[in-house]
Protein backbone atom coordinates (compact mmCIF):
# COMPACT_ATOMS: atom_id res chain seq x y z
CA UNK A 1 0.00 0.00 0.00
CA UNK A 2 1.46 3.51 -0.34
CA UNK A 3 0.76 6.57 0.73
CA UNK A 4 -0.98 9.85 -0.41
CA UNK A 5 2.08 11.44 -1.41
CA UNK A 6 3.48 8.41 -3.40
CA UNK A 7 4.89 9.98 -6.22
CA UNK A 8 5.42 13.44 -5.05
CA UNK A 9 8.30 14.42 -6.84
CA UNK A 10 6.38 14.29 -10.14
CA UNK A 11 4.36 17.35 -9.40
CA UNK A 12 7.75 19.36 -9.09
CA UNK A 13 9.28 21.10 -11.75
CA UNK A 14 13.13 22.18 -11.52
CA UNK A 15 14.97 24.54 -13.73
CA UNK A 16 18.52 24.19 -12.81
CA UNK A 17 19.93 26.60 -14.55
CA UNK A 18 17.77 29.19 -13.20
CA UNK A 19 17.79 27.44 -10.05
CA UNK A 20 14.03 27.28 -9.16
CA UNK A 21 11.61 24.35 -8.21
CA UNK A 22 7.97 24.72 -8.84
CA UNK A 23 5.52 22.81 -7.37
CA UNK A 24 1.85 22.34 -9.35
CA UNK A 25 0.07 24.09 -6.80
CA UNK A 26 2.24 27.43 -7.46
CA UNK A 27 4.71 26.69 -4.39
CA UNK A 28 8.32 28.27 -5.65
CA UNK A 29 11.58 27.95 -4.22
CA UNK A 30 14.43 29.34 -5.51
CA UNK A 31 18.04 27.80 -4.48
CA UNK A 32 21.06 29.80 -3.92
CA UNK A 33 24.63 28.45 -2.30
CA UNK A 34 24.60 29.04 1.43
CA UNK A 35 27.49 30.93 1.17
CA UNK A 36 25.43 34.03 -0.46
CA UNK A 37 23.15 34.03 2.10
CA UNK A 38 23.68 36.74 5.08
CA UNK A 39 20.41 35.58 7.48
CA UNK A 40 17.71 32.60 6.80
CA UNK A 41 14.64 33.52 6.34
CA UNK A 42 10.84 32.37 8.03
CA UNK A 43 10.26 30.22 5.10
CA UNK A 44 13.29 28.39 4.03
CA UNK A 45 15.31 24.89 3.47
CA UNK A 46 18.80 23.89 3.53
CA UNK A 47 20.23 21.04 1.65
CA UNK A 48 23.72 19.55 0.42
CA UNK A 49 24.40 18.22 -3.20
CA UNK A 50 26.58 15.19 -3.77
CA UNK A 51 29.68 16.94 -4.35
CA UNK A 52 28.99 18.29 -0.55
CA UNK A 53 28.24 21.90 -1.88
CA UNK A 54 25.10 23.40 0.74
CA UNK A 55 22.27 25.10 -0.69
CA UNK A 56 19.83 27.49 0.82
CA UNK A 57 16.12 27.02 -0.42
CA UNK A 58 13.77 30.70 -0.49
CA UNK A 59 10.47 30.63 -1.38
CA UNK A 60 10.17 32.97 -4.31
CA UNK A 61 7.47 35.76 -4.92
CA UNK A 62 7.50 37.10 -1.17
CA UNK A 63 4.16 37.87 0.79
CA UNK A 64 2.13 38.57 -2.67
CA UNK A 65 3.16 34.85 -4.08
CA UNK A 66 2.47 33.44 -0.39
CA UNK A 67 -0.94 35.29 -0.10
CA UNK A 68 -2.01 33.74 -4.05
CA UNK A 69 -1.05 30.65 -2.99
CA UNK A 70 -2.96 30.66 0.36
CA UNK A 71 -6.07 31.99 -1.06
CA UNK A 72 -5.60 28.97 -3.60
CA UNK A 73 -5.02 26.40 -0.72
CA UNK A 74 -8.08 27.71 1.02
CA UNK A 75 -10.00 27.28 -1.90
CA UNK A 76 -9.18 23.57 -1.89
CA UNK A 77 -10.21 23.19 1.84
CA UNK A 78 -6.99 24.08 3.47
CA UNK A 79 -8.02 26.59 5.93
CA UNK A 80 -6.36 25.74 9.62
CA UNK A 81 -2.83 27.32 10.58
CA UNK A 82 -1.75 23.90 11.81
CA UNK A 83 -2.35 22.37 8.51
CA UNK A 84 -1.22 25.36 6.19
CA UNK A 85 2.67 25.20 8.45
CA UNK A 86 2.39 21.32 7.45
CA UNK A 87 1.90 22.09 3.39
CA UNK A 88 4.39 24.41 3.64
CA UNK A 89 7.11 22.45 5.56
CA UNK A 90 6.46 19.96 3.45
CA UNK A 91 7.06 21.74 0.15
CA UNK A 92 9.66 22.88 1.74
CA UNK A 93 11.23 19.53 2.42
CA UNK A 94 10.74 17.99 -1.27
CA UNK A 95 12.28 21.11 -2.68
CA UNK A 96 15.15 20.58 -0.77
CA UNK A 97 15.11 16.96 -1.47
CA UNK A 98 14.62 17.09 -5.33
CA UNK A 99 17.50 19.88 -5.25
CA UNK A 100 20.14 17.66 -3.57
CA UNK A 101 18.83 14.45 -5.82
CA UNK A 102 18.83 16.58 -9.35
CA UNK A 103 21.15 19.53 -9.26
CA UNK A 104 24.23 19.51 -11.54
CA UNK A 105 27.73 22.21 -10.78
Keep these: MTGKHYNWHRRWRLDVSAGVAEHDS ?22 KTSDGKEWIGLHVGGDAALSSWLQ ?34
Design 26 to 47: GWRVRFLPAEQITHIPEIGTCC
Design 72 to 105: AAASGGLRDPASISRRISRLMREAGELWSRQEQT
